[in-house]
């Protein structure tokens, strides 16, 4: 079955046709009446006028009965343009041959074809249909030259052909620049829907409050978002202090506690993930935001917001359900560590805190895997995975991406100096001979590190430069690490070798 949506897209395409047939429609009823002014004049005799008049009538009725059945679909331009353009510009050469005179304004009208063309075809058709109507007036004044020289002024057709061959190429050419510009309107305009839909479904589904709090006054005021992420009625006052706290889960009241006394004093912004314990019995979590503004002489006052992001906790809860971690080592995959390192972004971007990313390969995997098998190779990995969590804080994020590969997320530092000491402890840790099945096997750790903002501000920019900077690493002889630093491009380039580097 079709959808819905699309069918109602379909139609209103297909009204949109119908009115550009109703105004080429309209452009032909001016067609006749000009007919009927120069049959009146004199101009054009009763024979030719009544057989151009039939001819506007009946490509006129044709292209209605293609719009009516739906006929016109079926071809490729359903708004049957060319089609159109083509008739009408056979009729007015015609008309302009069998007139006695004054085909000037036939001229005229083949440009108004034109610019008809205009609002469907390009730059390149447009030429086509000019070249074709000069070549076209061309072999009218030739016909009349040998049918009808008693009508023809020749140095004035051959001047109007001169003017049509120069005018017409260069009102394609404007004609494809503003139908250009349309399409360029026209995406954009989609763009800025698309956009605008987008926004307003986050914004929906985002469900901000905002609220604030005067310590010296003890005065809350919330949104009425906030209101009902609490889940309390609007028409009721904010609740403050012991109140309020009473909604906090026990499990987390204690550390909320903490947390806004802080921001209360101007230490710290407040930024807690918490839940709450509405009314009905339910547990929502919520995260919560607020910078203190101070004023001299005034206890800071907290102005902040509050999301509901109990549908994001339950997801979390899914996605460690749904094993998102290696089965191998029991560290994060790269689904996972991708939505981890998503989150410490936003809070280094939000808090300003630094943030590291580090690209670790094992040097001697495949030659293990190659020499000992694979479950040799997986043992090694293994084995590798619980140094490299023996090396870090609990802070600190490591993942497997896929092979030989695994990235460490470090975040809350003092320098470079700090993240090179971890990169040391955990090249130490790779290099330290491993038992596979009785045998001792060795391998090292190749390290690039990318640092926020420096490498980038965004993930796939961190990623792609930590990615260098460990090639470099490998280029310059394994088991040893490097910074990316900027200014030097290629994957080698990229990453050289940093003062603060370890060997």
């Avoid at 331009?77 to 050469?93: F, G």
């Avoid at 302009?96 to 390149?124: N, P, S």
């Avoid at 000069?134 to 140095?155: C, M, N, S, W």
């Avoid at 005018?167 to 250009?180: H, K």
Wanted: aromatic letters at 8%; proline letters at 3%; charged letters at 20%.
């Amino acid at each position: 079955m079709s959808n819905p949506k699309s069918l109602a897209r379909e139609d209103s395409r297909q009204i949109l046709r119908v009115r550009s047939y109703l105004m080429a429609a309209g452009t032909s009823v001016l067609v006749v009446v000009l007919l009927l002014a120069w049959h009146l004049l004199g101009m054009l005799r009763t024979g030719p006028f009544v057989l151009i008049t039939t001819l506007i009538v009946g490509w006129v009725a044709v292209f209605y009965a293609l719009f009516r059945t739906g006929l016109n679909r079926q071809a490729v331009d359903a708004s049957l343009t060319v089609p159109q353009m083509a008739a009408a510009s056979l009729t007015l050469l015609t008309a302009a041959f069998v007139a006695d005179g004054g085909r000037a304004v036939f001229l005229v009208l083949l440009t108004m074809v034109l610019m008809f063309g205009v609002l469907r075809l390009r730059t390149r058709a447009l030429l086509v249909y000019a070249a074709w109507v000069v070549a076209g007036y061309a072999g009218v004044i030739v016909l009349l030259r040998i049918f009808k020289p008693e009508t023809l002024d020749l140095r004035l057709e051959v001047t109007q052909l001169l003017v049509l061959a120069v005018a017409m190429p260069w009102f394609a050419l404007m004609g494809g620049y503003i139908s250009a510009l349309r399409e360029e309107l026209k995406s954009a305009l989609h763009t800025v829907e698309d956009r605008e839909r987008t926004l307003a479904e986050a914004q929906r589904l985002a469900h901000f409050g905002s609220w604030s709090f005067d310590a010296a006054t003890q005065a809350v005021e919330w949104s009425t978002e906030t209101y009902r992420i609490f889940g309390l009625d609007p028409a009721n006052s904010a609740m403050v202090g012991a109140q309020f706290r009473s909604l906090v889960h026990e499990e987390d009241r204690d550390r909320y506690v903490q947390l806004i006394d802080r921001a209360v004093e101007g230490l710290e912004e407040f930024d807690a993930e918490y839940r709450i314990a509405l009314p009905s019995g339910a547990v929502r979590w919520v995260h919560a935001l607020a910078k203190p503004v101070t004023s001299r002489g005034r206890s800071p006052l907290l102005r902040g917001t509050v999301m509901d992001i109990t549908e994001r906790k339950a997801a979390e809860d899914r996605i460690r359900q749904l094993a998102h971690f290696d089965a191998l080592t029991g560290l994060p995959n790269r689904n996972l560590f991708m939505q981890l390192l998503q989150h410490a972004l936003a809070k280094t971007l939000r808090q300003g805190t630094p943030l590291a990313l580090l690209f670790v390969d094992l040097d001697g995997f495949k030659t293990v895997n190659d020499t000992l098998g694979h479950d040799a190779g997986d043992l090694l990995l293994a084995a590798f995975a619980q140094r490299l969590r023996r090396c870090l804080r609990l802070s600190d994020v490591t993942a497997r991406l896929g092979g030989d590969e695994f990235v460490v997320l470090i975040d809350d530092f003092d320098g470079k100096a700090e993240v090179g000491a971890v990169a040391e402890r955990v090249m130490v840790a790779a290099s330290t001979p491993y038992q596979i099945r009785e045998r001792s096997c060795n391998a090292s750790a190749s390290i690039g590190i990318a640092i926020f903002p420096e490498a980038g501000r965004d993930i796939e920019a961190l990623l792609r430069n930590a990615d260098q900077a460990m090639y470099r690493a490998k280029h310059d002889g394994r088991g040893t690490f490097r910074f990316w630093t900027h200014g030097r491009a290629g994957p080698e380039a990229a990453a050289p070798a940093d003062d603060t580097a370890g060997t």
